[in-house]
């Protein structure tokens, strides 16, 4: 289509609402992991809704637990006023990995959901061959999934989906497996599908991590917060359609949720660094070379950088930046100042000092703002020989953490601890070793 139109709301009633769910798991330690707090939201007719968020939001367990795949820990999901007990009849749901089974044609697998419904062979043939046509399949409904490139097996997961026409089609990162091009063509038939009047379904809830596909596809973008995952923020975008991402206002509502992003969440702030604990305030997962490698790019640009800009500029996701800004966030080595990344003084006597110095500065900053560290080197500091098991902290990590999570925790803390020559991990004993403070050397001394 090329008609320009405003984002269309048809009817506006709620079809499926969230109603203060939380979500639960029992950890290896049997202590309980939050992966959802008091999430709120209703999902109304007429709307595509975005949940945006970096990896630990806890997106894809909110998009299950609308679709009745996961069962909230507290609170409920209601669809058309009626609360779940199951799956979802008003759903279908299109996944990042395709999905498909692979001994199985195109048509076969876009008639699976309508077999599990019992609904009569003929029919089953004449609505799968309809939601083939209307994806774009027309003419492979014989082929087999290892005959089909990637954008073509999503487009047959779009049609297995689309052809239950249910009132909500839930979308997980649907475009992230596929190159650039074939992403960005697959979103723009989409969006012209969801424009026409037989679209067979009501309303759309894509999770994303990607901030311009939010902007492109969705009226309203859920910003979830991580540990546990929450909301942060609702924005609306009443942008036109078709949008285009290379107008001021587009960059502008892309800019805000940059901000949005990567600022402070109120909650981390309510504790100083001082007093913030190894679970409440996580390590990011980001190496030393990385959060210095971004922190020479802003001084190098004259202490002040354009987020997107930079992230354009260097190919990447924001998963893959992210971390590197909340790690020199957190060390107090750049600002965030919505959706820019400016230079601290901390950070440019940083980035500009002597490797020695750099050291020392380094050392100062994650003894005092990374709370894993310092309880490291409190810990190997009180310690009669300057030794301790990994396994102490990991057994601690994991009253927070899943496992997984917990060993990153760990990796990370020993790659800033090694750098800052705090202290060094031995992998055959899986031991933690405090390093002497090296002996001050006087301007005088021989």
Not at 3 to 17: F, M, N, Q
Not at 155 to 181: H, K, Q
Not at 207 to 234: F, K, M, S
Not at 371 to 400: C, E, H, Q, W, Y
């Given at each position: 289509m090329?008609?320009?139109?405003t984002?269309?709301i048809?009817?506006?009633?709620v079809?499926?609402s969230?109603?203060?769910?939380?979500?639960?798991?029992?950890g290896?330690?049997g202590?309980?992991?939050?992966?959802?707090?008091?999430i709120r939201l209703?999902?109304r007719?007429?709307?595509?809704?975005?949940?945006?968020g970096?990896?630990g939001?806890?997106?894809s367990?909110l998009?299950?637990t609308?679709?009745?795949?996961?069962?909230p820990?507290?609170?409920?999901?209601r669809?058309?006023?009626?609360?779940?007990?199951g799956a979802?009849?008003?759903?279908a749901?299109v996944?990042?990995?395709f999905?498909l089974m692979?001994?199985?044609?195109?048509?076969?697998?876009?008639?699976?959901?309508?077999?599990?419904q019992?609904?009569?062979?003929?029919?089953?043939?004449?609505?799968?061959?309809?939601?083939?046509?209307?994806?774009?399949?027309?003419?492979?409904?014989?082929?087999?999934?290892k005959?089909?490139?990637?954008?073509?097996?999503?487009?047959?997961?779009?049609?297995?989906?689309?052809?239950?026409?249910?009132?909500v089609?839930?979308?997980?990162?649907?475009f992230?497996?596929?190159?650039?091009l074939?992403?960005?063509?697959?979103?723009?038939?989409?969006m012209?599908?969801?424009e026409t009047?037989?679209?067979?379904?009501?309303?759309i809830?894509?999770?994303?991590?990607n901030i311009?596909?939010?902007?492109q596809?969705a009226?309203?973008v859920?910003?979830?917060?991580?540990?546990?995952?929450?909301i942060?923020?609702?924005?609306?975008?009443?942008?036109?359609?078709?949008?285009d991402?290379?107008?001021?206002?587009?960059a502008?509502?892309?800019?805000?949720?940059?901000g949005?992003?990567?600022?402070?969440?109120p909650?981390?702030?309510a504790?100083g660094?001082?007093e913030?604990?190894?679970i409440s305030r996580?390590?990011p997962?980001?190496?030393v070379?990385?959060?210095?490698g971004?922190?020479?790019?802003?001084?190098?640009?004259g202490?002040?950088v354009?987020l997107?800009d930079?992230?354009?500029?260097l190919?990447?996701?924001?998963d893959?930046?992210?971390?590197?800004?909340?790690?020199?966030?957190?060390?107090?080595?750049?600002?965030?100042?919505?959706?820019?990344?400016?230079?601290t003084?901390?950070g440019?006597?940083?980035?500009?000092?002597d490797?020695l110095?750099?050291?020392?500065?380094?050392?100062d900053?994650?003894?005092?703002?990374?709370?894993?560290?310092r309880?490291?080197?409190?810990?190997?500091a009180n310690?009669?020989?300057?030794k301790m098991?990994?396994?102490f902290?990991?057994?601690?990590l994991?009253?927070g953490?899943?496992?997984?999570?917990a060993?990153?925790?760990?990796?990370?803390?020993?790659?800033w601890?090694?750098?800052?020559e705090?202290?060094d991990y031995?992998?055959?004993?899986?031991?933690?070793?405090?390093?002497p403070?090296?002996p001050i050397?006087?301007?005088?001394?021989?």
């Amino acid at each position: 289509m090329t008609t320009t139109t405003t984002p269309a709301i048809r009817t506006g009633e709620v079809l499926i609402s969230v109603d203060a769910v939380s979500k639960s798991f029992t950890g290896a330690a049997g202590d309980e992991l939050r992966v959802l707090e008091d999430i709120r939201l209703d999902l109304r007719a007429g709307e595509i809704v975005a949940l945006l968020g970096r990896s630990g939001s806890g997106k894809s367990t909110l998009l299950r637990t609308i679709a009745g795949l996961v069962a909230p820990t507290r609170g409920g999901v209601r669809y058309r006023g009626e609360e779940l007990r199951g799956a979802n009849p008003g759903t279908a749901m299109v996944f990042q990995s395709f999905a498909l089974m692979p001994w199985l044609t195109v048509q076969d697998n876009v008639e699976l959901g309508l077999a599990a419904q019992g609904v009569p062979p003929r029919e089953r043939r004449e609505r799968a061959l309809a939601a083939i046509d209307l994806i774009g399949l027309d003419g492979f409904q014989s082929a087999y999934p290892k005959e089909l490139s990637g954008g073509m097996r999503q487009r047959v997961g779009f049609a297995r989906a689309l052809v239950l026409e249910p009132d909500v089609l839930l979308m997980d990162e649907p475009f992230s497996a596929l190159d650039v091009l074939t992403a960005e063509n697959l979103r723009g038939e989409l969006m012209d599908l969801w424009e026409t009047t037989n679209f067979p379904t009501k309303a759309i809830c894509v999770v994303t991590h990607n901030i311009e596909e939010a902007v492109q596809l969705a009226d309203r973008v859920i910003v979830l917060g991580a540990n546990p995952g929450h909301i942060r923020a609702e924005v609306d975008i009443t942008l036109a359609r078709p949008r285009d991402r290379r107008t001021p206002k587009f960059a502008a509502v892309v800019d805000h949720l940059y901000g949005l992003l990567t600022g402070a969440d109120p909650d981390d702030l309510a504790a100083g660094p001082a007093e913030a604990t190894p679970i409440s305030r996580p390590l990011p997962a980001a190496s030393v070379g990385g959060l210095a490698g971004l922190v020479e790019i802003v001084h190098a640009r004259g202490g002040r950088v354009d987020l997107p800009d930079v992230a354009a500029e260097l190919t990447f996701e924001i998963d893959d930046l992210l971390p590197l800004v909340d790690a020199a966030a957190m060390l107090d080595l750049l600002l965030v100042v919505g959706a820019d990344l400016c230079c601290t003084p901390v950070g440019e006597a940083f980035t500009t000092a002597d490797i020695l110095r750099s050291k020392e500065i380094f050392a100062d900053q994650v003894r005092g703002r990374a709370p894993l560290v310092r309880t490291i080197s409190t810990a190997l500091a009180n310690s009669p020989n300057g030794k301790m098991r990994a396994d102490f902290f990991l057994d601690l990590l994991r009253r927070g953490f899943s496992a997984e999570d917990a060993e990153q925790q760990l990796d990370t803390a020993v790659d800033w601890g090694r750098y800052a020559e705090l202290f060094d991990y031995n992998t055959d004993d899986r031991r933690l070793v405090a390093i002497p403070a090296a002996p001050i050397v006087h301007s005088g001394s021989r």
